[in-house]
């Protein structure tokens, strides 16, 4: 069975800094694509950052300069650092794993709640 494990969600005050941590489990991680997406009340889901097997990055607009994503396959994990977080940042941060073709799927986390306070 496949698990994304999130963690590090908590309540920071703005510019403030967490990382994210997503442990994977039951499946061979190195070849997988992981990203990080994020839902605030009210909104859709958005891709927040995103990293390849070979460590090739992308991360949305606004979080750009402040978010680094990182993945060590060693240790079948994928981190989310943000730095000088702001209110609007505030949401739950789900990891998500994809595998590519000729199998690919998709697997999801259970979220981990990240609140910025002013």
């Known amino acids: 069975q496949v698990r994304l494990m999130e963690s590090g969600g908590e309540m920071v005050e703005a510019g403030g800094s967490l990382r994210l941590s997503c442990v994977v489990s039951?499946?061979?991680?190195?070849?997988?694509?992981m990203g990080w997406y994020r839902q605030a009340p009210g909104n859709q889901r958005e891709l927040v950052a995103s990293?390849?097997?070979?460590?090739?990055?992308k991360y949305a607009d606004n979080v750009k300069g402040r978010f680094t994503i990182s993945r060590d396959s060693s240790r079948n994990t994928v981190w989310l650092q943000m730095n000088t977080l702001k209110p609007e940042d505030t949401g739950v941060y789900y990891c998500?794993?994809?595998?590519?073709?000729?199998?690919?799927?998709?697997?999801w986390g259970k979220g981990a709640q990240v609140t910025v306070s002013t």
């Open positions: 039951g499946i061979i991680f190195r070849g997988l694509v």
């Open positions: 998500n794993a994809k595998k590519v073709p000729p199998f690919p799927n998709e697997y």
């Open positions: 990293i390849t097997s070979d460590s090739s990055t």
